[in-house]
T-cell receptor, first 117, second 109 residues
Framework: GAVVSQHPSRVICKSGTSVKIECRSL??????MFWYRQFPKKSLMLMAT?????????EQGVEKDKFLINHASLTLSTLTVTSAHPEDSSFYIC?????????????FGPGTRLTVL | GQNIDQPTEMTATEGAIVQINCTYQ??????LFWYQQHAGEAPTFLSY??LDGLEEKGRFSSFLSRSKGYSYLLLKELQMKDSASYLC??????????WGAGTKLIIKP
């Protein structure tokens, strides 16, 4: 199957700093990427849908000025958590859909665990 | 509204069979996915059903009934490594995935 990488896998930062997470599709071009967050023992929560060359579509309740998404190319989307606070500590996962797939499958990156002190 | 229901937790014995059920209510339907997620890791794809019936893939099988808004994941010959959360997700008319909360499966020796 298609491969999606995510970097960094783990980050610890001080409150007030900004953190950038990269999501790359390694062997296919992804016109659409998705950003999720997941709290312990909870399901995935879609934060935003990222489309190459256009503005991301944010889910209700997700602050677009706090969670900046840039989908600059067909293989790279970035999520920047600005002025991070302890309540932003979570597991952030990206996924990408392969437009050549006939089942609309999403391929997930390995996730980034963010801890804000 | 759109909703996915699946049990929160299930326990089974190594070597046995377990069935994890999922019911869904979505605006339109374009298929149902099952994903496996080990603690601290991202989900991995298990199966996709868009037509009614049973899809078998090794020890794992997935069933779909569109008229009932129902699916199940069947795991046979359970192994300890199958201990994980199993996520049911339905693709709605906008091709957006609607996720269930996941079923934590505990395998006992």
């Amino acid at each position: 199957g298609a491969v999606v990488s995510q970097h960094p896998s783990r980050v610890i930062c001080k409150s007030g700093t900004s953190v950038k997470i990269e999501c790359r599709s390694l062997d296919f071009q992804a016109t659409t990427m998705f950003w999720y967050r997941q709290f312990p023992k909870k399901s995935l929560m879609l934060m935003a849908t990222s489309n190459e060359g256009s503005k991301a579509t944010y889910e209700q309740g997700v602050e677009k000025d706090k969670f900046l998404i840039n989908h600059a190319s067909l293989t790279l989307s970035t999520l920047t958590v600005t002025s991070a606070h302890p309540e932003d500590s979570s597991f952030y996962i990206c996924s990408a859909s392969d437009p050549t797939s006939d089942r609309n499958e999403q391929f997930f990156g390995p996730g980034t665990r963010l801890t804000v002190l | 509204g759109q909703n996915i229901d699946q049990p929160t937790e299930m326990t089974a014995t190594e070597g046995a069979i377990v069935q994890i059920n999922c019911t869904y209510q979505t605006s339109g339907f374009n298929g149902l996915f099952w994903y496996q997620q080990h603690a601290g890791e991202a989900p991995t794809f298990l199966s996709y059903n868009v037509l009614d019936g049973l899809e078998e893939k090794g020890r794992f099988s997935s069933f779909l009934s569109r008229s009932k808004g129902y699916s199940y994941l069947l795991l046979k010959e359970l192994q300890m490594k199958d201990s994980a959360s199993y996520l049911c997700a339905a693709l709605d008319s906008n091709y957006q995935l609607i996720w269930g909360a996941g079923t934590k499966l505990i395998i006992k020796p």
